[in-house]
């Protein structure tokens, strides 16, 4: 399984930024998806996860504020982030989980800056 993201940048407070995750190989075996971000200087944490039935969960920092989301026929799933704080900037990596061998792919990351 290969993951592709995309969709970082710069944007300024309160902005909205759109990421995206493509899943390649063997994603038909993936069941639930997730994003990641890690802080310079700071542990990755988890922002949302999805189950392979859509089942979505957050982390606090980003409740109401962040949706994931994901289409199962383009292998694809998305972050949308809204009112954007500089706290929220970070790498923010995708993660896919393989049911039948239990184990985590990674993508390689997308930057997301928050600053006026």
């Known amino acids: 399984v290969q993951l592709q993201a995309s969709g970082g940048g710069l944007v300024q407070p309160g902005g909205s930024l759109r990421l995206s995750c493509a899943a390649s190989g063997r994603s038909y075996e993936i069941t639930a998806m997730a994003w990641y971000r890690q802080a310079p200087g700071k542990l990755r944490e988890l922002v949302a996860h999805?189950?392979?039935?859509?089942?979505?969960s957050y982390g606090d920092s980003v409740k109401g504020r962040f949706a994931i989301s994901r289409d199962n026929a383009k292998n694809t799933v998305y972050l949308q982030m809204n009112s954007l704080k500089p706290e929220d900037t970070g790498v923010y990596y995708c993660?896919?989980?393989?049911?039948?061998?239990?184990?985590?792919?990674w993508g390689q990351g997308t930057e997301v800056t928050v600053s006026s």
């Open positions: 993660k896919a989980f393989e049911l039948s061998t239990m184990i985590d792919y």
């Open positions: 999805i189950t392979s039935d859509g089942s979505t």
